[in-house]
């Protein structure tokens, strides 16, 4: 990390935003599917529940405990995909979490709107399964997952 | 707040006598910038820095005089041999214990304590009883009930109260007949707290039931004296003590150590070996299979020659003045919980700020240049108990000062506006 990355560009008005008062926060009764992710180093824990209409996300939400990065990586999550087929979700997903992996690649911001807002995390390499752990958990659910996902 | 539960003056004019600019100096690695400020190192708990004396010692070491020990006729094999013995000496005297014999060397805590579950605990039965705290560090926990797994032995958990004391009367409680072993936490890594095991060991000696004192965040914080303690086996690192990673003690009575069977097999730790018997090496050489860690242990003896230089009375009379200043200006911010209050402590503050999470804590502040530790310490059970994820701790050395105290605070302040 360079002297000339600050922690406004980690913590961005909209992450901060986010992350006092996540969206869809919560738990969704009779949801469709769901998935724990759990961050044992951080004790992050959370649980994702999507609503289907078809093959459609009808609705989703979590509930848990995070970071700042977590929580607002999650709040953005579910305003990205509620409403999109699931296997675009899941692709978007594995897309974000193949992004925020690769600290060298062109943080391809213009398609991913509010999302872009989490790029400077790839410059704390102890932060990064903070913000994928949303991701990895939503795929799980997706890939109707039983056990508990992990980012360690 | 200190081991002999003195309250030192904080006033200016009172400061114990401690030369902190000349320590300091001593410590290459304090004089740097971390993010464009100057570091303020308060992760002592996770490791400590070394001082220039102790990495001179193990360069000499390679520079000059290495070869295995034990073993070769030549001069180097000799230097080796007394460097590597010659700083056994000097840990048997830093701790008082009665002889060499008594010292065992060991890659950490960690190590020393899983020797004595492995080699102690090997004619262990269904019918006993371990007891433990509910504040230890996981290398006091998860050795035990790998024990208990193989055998069938059972796990006893002493509880703390709200401010993360040891109940020591439920502790005494929980001691029966069955109980095989008591292992305990001199000062807990989470919580900072002193446990009382000057009252504990008394008491487990009357049942004729041996203690095992985690002593890793206890000894580089106050004099340590195990013939005083009466203590029947401490486990310590280096690393926590200005000396290298990789090694640290098990100090074991010889009246158990001499009962034990070897923990690993190997070389050195034998007289004779035949495919149809070996004979084992005597104390404390028996727990030591292998080629030591020579340069480790070479450079644990120059950190406790560094540490005796400035006196383990003036670095307790100092941190818990330190301590005392740190614990009251963070009491002051808003919003701060502070986890551990126990009357008695050592070099520990661990504490939460509002719902902000402690690892948002720990990236604010290293933008600032202040390295503490954040999430759940290698304690889980601990945090459990509290009923948080974890908590953000400072850590105190003799080589920190206030200003690193403040910088720790402002940084702090910084945090609570940004996530307010």
Redesign the interface.
Known sequence: ?D?KH??MD??RRSV?QH??TPHNFGRLDAADLKAEGHNP?????LTVYLRLDGNDILDISFEG?????SLASASMMTEAVKGKALSTAQSEANDIIGNFARPDARWNGDRLGELAALGGVRE?PS?IK?AVLPWKTLCAAISKTEQTVSTE | MNATGQIPDSSNSARPALDNDRIRGDFPILHQSINGCPLAYLDNAASSQRPRQVLDAIQHYYCHDHSNVHRGVHTLSHRATEAYEGAREKVRKFINARSVTEIVFTRGTTDAINLVADSLGRDFSADDEILISHMEHHSNIVPWQLLCEKTGAQLKVAPINRQGELLLDDCLALMSDKTRLVAIAHVSNALGTINPVERLIPAARDRNIPVLVDGAQAIPHQAIDVQALDCDFYAFSSHKMCGPTGIGVLYGKQQWLERMPPYQGGGDMILSVSFEQTLYNELPYRFEAGTPNIAGAIGLGAAIDYLDTIGMASIAAYEADLLTYATSAISELPGIRLIGTAAEKAGVISFNVDDIHPHDLGTVLDHQGVAIRTGHHCAMPVMEFFGIPGTARASLAFYNNRQDIDQLVEGLKLAIRMFQ
């Open positions: 990390m002297d600050t922690l980690l913590y901060l992350s006092r180093l951080c004790g992050d824990k405990v995070g970071c700042a990065i704390y932060r903070c």
